[in-house]
């Protein structure tokens, strides 16, 4: 069957940096996306991977490793607001989406 | 623009009722998509489109209908709900599938089946 593994939660304090990891089984792989989402809110685009290496956009930042099936978010300078659920969603061969259950992201003053 | 809205927001039905859930897109795109959110568990598709008159079944179709008979439109059916189907509701919209398809939401329908 398919998987994909995410904490379930994570705390953190303000202005400091998370690592939010994921692991994922699936039938081949097309690419791997990041959402946030707020609670009580739609899902919304945070990043997408599809070749190995670190993607770097402003506070965050997305690394895959594919012969591992790992990939992580990190936030840096944590502010409030980043308190949300983080979800990775993996792309199988028939580029059908796969999502995790998500992390919810508790930041701490 | 206002992107993908959905209508309505919340819905409280009895166990045997029908409704349906409308999603709606302005930003051209051929692909959309309905999930459902339960606590604990990844968003799970129930159907998708992948143009105008077309549909096809995701990974939890039973229970529900859908149709897309115009490209901004999509329609979630639920011909005699069940506790089960209690759930948020997403609908979501991507300009093409394949590989980099960033999918846009909906703010979600609430529905609780009593």
């Known amino acids: 069957g398919q998987n994909i593994d995410q904490p379930t939660e994570m705390t953190a304090t303000e202005g400091a940096i998370v690592q939010i990891n994921c692991t994922y089984q699936t039938s081949g792989f097309n690419g791997l996306f990041w959402y946030q989402q707020h609670a009580g809110e739609a899902p919304t685009f945070l990043s997408y991977?599809?070749l190995d290496g670190l993607e770097e956009k402003g506070r965050f930042s997305s690394f895959l490793s594919r012969s591992k099936g790992y990939s992580y978010l990190l936030l840096k300078e944590l502010q409030m607001k980043d308190s949300a659920s983080y979800l990775c969603a993996v792309i199988d061969s028939n580029y059908q989406l796969i999502w995790g259950a998500g992390t919810k992201l508790i930041i701490k003053p | 623009n206002a992107g993908v809205t959905q209508t309505p927001k919340f819905r409280v039905l009895k166990t045997g009722q029908s409704m349906t859930l409308l999603c709606a897109q302005d930003m051209n795109h051929e692909y959309m998509y309905w999930y459902r959110q339960d606590p604990g568990m990844g968003l799970r598709l129930i159907h998708y489109?992948?143009?105008?008159?077309?549909?096809a079944k995701g990974e939890v179709p039973d229970g529900y209908n859908v149709s897309r008979l115009k490209k901004q439109n999509f329609l979630l059916g639920l011909e005699s709900a069940a506790p089960s189907q209690t759930s948020v509701y997403f609908c979501?919209?991507?300009?093409?599938?394949?590989?980099?398809?960033?999918?846009?939401f909906g703010p979600g329908t609430r529905l609780t089946v009593l």
């Open positions: 991977n599809v």
């Open positions: 489109s992948v143009g105008e008159g077309t549909t």
């Open positions: 979501a919209s991507s300009e093409k599938g394949g590989g980099y398809n960033e999918q846009f």
